[in-house]
């Protein structure tokens, strides 16, 4: 065989690799008679996430409805779904009468991020975030068992693909959308309790509980840092390697595991982008930088930036804040021991 006829081959094999399915973004090739009620569910969720660290009067009747919710969304999906919003989803050592359970709760995670955050919606320029300039990983895969057992997922910007083991979803239950609740009576003349993330919880190179919602979007944050790769001034595999998010780093923290490194960093600011209306006030340069390359399902939120309207200066806040300092500082001190 010469050599012009194997490099023509290695290009079909390469094109046959590379090419995505030819599905229309979720907005079309979803059935929106069955994906409303989850958009429904999932603005609920928001919306409690969101009251639930507001000043307003948290009442023990709103508190055991949000307590109430689902760790899962109650719809089936498909695999043939998941591939219509442009993701290859494969399973290794999982048996088939699973396959359904285990794409159903894959997929609310997804439909929190904005079309155009798709592999299929980044495929159309005119979708794309401004800092796209290479096509997104779009494999997901859920298998057995990680090689670290310890590990929510993982992803490998080799293949582009987000590992997912079925460890994670046994824990399911642990919901990004249940809190705790934080009470202040001390030197407050008008104590109230609040709901604050897991900071009491938090553990030296661990990622706090945010349920499966969390890992996936811990997981996905790692392939957009890698997608974003020679963008933002950066030569290096994530664009997370730039001076500027370095530096950030080191100034805005989100949790001890994402204190570990910037790469790291990056997926946990993902992760709070989408879930902790919080980091907006705590964060506020991470926040800004997310809101440039990455954008929110408006269907879900209402704009297109995660708790956009979100009031860092209620006075109640800012006594929340304060108390996540002196944690964020006692855990700093404890884990560099």
Same mark, same amino acid.
């Given at each position: 065989?010469? /050599? ?9 094999? *390469?094109?046959? +690799?590379?090419? !995505? $399915? &030819?599905? =229309? ?121 990680? /090689? ?9 910007? *080799?293949?582009? +693909?987000?590992? !997912? $083991? &079925?460890? =994670? ?169």
């Amino acid at each position: 065989m010469n /050599r012009s006829l194997i490099f023509v081959c290695g290009l079909i094999l *390469l094109g046959a +690799t590379r090419t !995505i $399915p &030819l599905f =229309a973004s979720s907005g079309s090739c979803l059935n929106s008679s069955n994906i409303n009620p989850v958009f429904e569910q999932l603005r609920e969720r928001i919306k409690y996430r969101q009251s639930l660290f507001s000043a307003e009067e948290l009442t023990w009747d709103f508190w055991s409805k949000t307590q109430g919710l689902p760790a899962m969304i109650p719809y089936s999906f498909s695999p043939e779904e998941l591939s219509c919003m442009g993701f290859e989803v494969k399973f290794k050592k999982v048996h088939k009468s699973l396959q359904a359970e285990v794409i159903s709760q894959i997929m609310p995670a997804f439909l929190l991020l904005e079309e155009s955050m798709y592999p299929a919606g980044l495929r159309e320029k005119e979708n794309r975030p401004e800092y796209f300039k290479s096509t997104i990983g779009r494999r997901v895969k859920i298998v057995g068992q990680l /090689r670290d057992e310890a590990a929510g997922g993982q992803y490998n910007p *080799l293949t582009n +693909t987000i590992s !997912i $083991p &079925l460890r =994670a979803f046994r824990f399911s239950g642990y919901s990004a959308w249940r809190v705790q609740i934080l009470c202040f009576h001390d030197n407050q003349p008008d104590g109230f309790c609040a709901a604050i993330n897991p900071w009491t919880d938090w553990q030296c190179d661990s990622s706090p509980i945010e349920g499966l919602f969390g890992i996936v979007l811990h997981e996905y944050g790692h392939n957009v840092d890698h997608a974003l790769r020679g963008m933002l001034g950066t030569k290096g595999v994530f664009s997370s390697a730039t001076k500027q998010w370095k530096m950030l780093h080191q100034e805005e923290f989100i949790s001890p595991y994402g204190d570990l490194n910037s790469i790291e960093d990056f997926a946990e600011s993902f992760t709070a982008y989408f879930l902790d209306p919080l980091m907006k006030c705590y964060a506020p340069k991470k926040f800004a930088w997310m809101s440039r390359i990455a954008r929110a399902n408006p269907e879900i939120y209402g704009t297109a930036i995660p708790f956009e309207n979100y009031r860092c200066d209620q006075p109640r806040v800012q006594i929340l804040l304060e108390e996540r300092a002196k944690q964020v500082k006692t855990t700093r001190e404890k884990c560099a021991s």
